[in-house]
């Protein structure tokens, strides 16, 4: 079985400050690697995604996250975040063959101060 | 491509009572997939769809609990007598394949009073 643990429930940071969102992941096959975003009061959408090859993914606003096998990590990066970047980040694994069924961590709230 | 729609958004019933949520996927997705989101916590995992046949379903949903997706298009979920420990948020989430992620809808807010 695969398991995710987010290692802040909340990240404050300012404006323009560079931020990291952690997250560690558990499982004994191959995952898919995501991260999704909810911006208040809007659903879910996917930030970006790992699933194989180079090991850093970005996304088009300006995140990127490292997958680090032998740390099983998935860290999400951004060095400069905007006030537009408050949101919830949610971290996700899944394995590649077999069952499909997305496990989701518990969440980090970013919040963004001016 | 109009996304997921889920319906309806918010749904307020009596302890006993049943409820049922619709989720009309986009449609060239043939994986549908339910998850139970409360406050504080990331999606929880309830049952996943391929075309019409139920592939998953998770060991903590209870027999009050089931879904269907009958021609591979919509899907419903179906719980009998509601009890205040399913007061959550329900999403609907499809995919064309895994490695594409999901696209999610806005979810169903359930008040059990």
């Known amino acids: 079985a695969q398991s995710v643990t987010q290692l802040d429930s909340q990240v404050p940071v300012f404006e323009e400050a560079p931020v990291e969102l952690r997250c560690n992941y558990s499982s004994s096959v191959s995952v898919y690697l995501f991260w999704y975003v909810q911006y208040p009061n809007q659903g879910l959408q996917l930030l970006l995604k790992?699933?194989?090859?180079?090991?850093l993914v970005e996304s088009i606003n300006g995140f990127e996250a490292e997958f680090n096998k032998s740390q099983t990590s998935f860290h999400l990066r951004k060095p400069s975040v905007h006030i537009s970047d408050t949101a919830e980040y949610f971290c996700?694994?899944?394995?590649?063959?077999?069952?499909?069924?997305?496990?989701f961590g518990a969440g980090t709230r970013l919040f963004v101060k001016a | 491509d109009t996304g997921v729609s889920q319906n309806p958004r918010h749904k307020i019933t009596k302890r006993g009572q049943n409820v049922t949520f619709r989720c009309d996927p986009i449609?060239?997705?043939?994986?549908l997939y339910w998850y139970r989101q409360t406050l504080g916590q990331g999606p929880e995992f309830l049952t996943y769809?391929?075309?019409?046949?139920?592939?998953?379903k998770s060991r903590l949903l209870s027999d009050r609990f089931s879904a269907e997706r009958p021609k591979g298009s919509f899907s419903t979920l179906e719980i009998q007598r509601t009890e205040q420990g399913d007061s959550a948020m329900y999403l609907c989430?499809?995919?064309?394949?895994?490695?594409?992620?999901?696209?999610f809808g806005s979810g169903t807010r359930l008040t059990v009073v």
């Open positions: 769809f391929q075309n019409e046949a139920q592939l998953e």
């Open positions: 989430a499809s995919s064309p394949e895994p490695s594409n992620g999901y696209t």
């Open positions: 449609s060239e997705h043939n994986r």
């Open positions: 996700a694994v899944s394995r590649n063959t077999g069952g499909f069924k997305t496990i």
């Open positions: 790992y699933l194989s090859g180079s090991t």
